[in-house]
């Protein structure tokens, strides 16, 4: 694996280990691409907007949101590259040819297969 990959793995993983900055991961990536305005994930989260702030900009940072403006607001998604990218780079060689540890792991991503 390349030291550029898992570097960038690092930066993602970082950026979701907070309770946080996964609920407004998750959030995002539910909401689909048309994304939701800084203002609706404070509300539906209860974050605070300076919170919510800086969690977006980690997010940002790390390459797992984008955002746009619609006017006066600031619209945020999930960009599903990215995650694809990142849960790939988690699955690959995963089991090492044993395929009775990436089993059930196929399983969930059958399971939550949404398209």
Do not use: Q, W
């Amino acid at each position: 694996m390349s030291t550029a990959k898992l570097s960038k793995a690092v930066e993602a993983l970082s950026a979701l280990a907070h309770e946080g900055r996964l609920s407004i991961f998750r959030l995002l990536v539910r909401a689909g691409r048309e994304g939701l305005a800084a203002g609706e994930i404070s509300r539906k989260l209860d974050i605070l907007p300076n919170t919510l702030s800086a969690s977006l900009t980690v997010l940002a940072h790390a390459g797992l949101i984008t955002s746009r403006r619609e006017g006066r607001s600031v619209i945020y998604a999930a960009d599903y590259g990215r995650m694809t990218n990142l849960l790939g780079y988690l699955m690959e060689e995963c089991c090492n040819g044993d395929a009775a540890i990436c089993a059930p792991l196929a399983e969930i991503a059958a399971k939550a297969a949404c398209c």
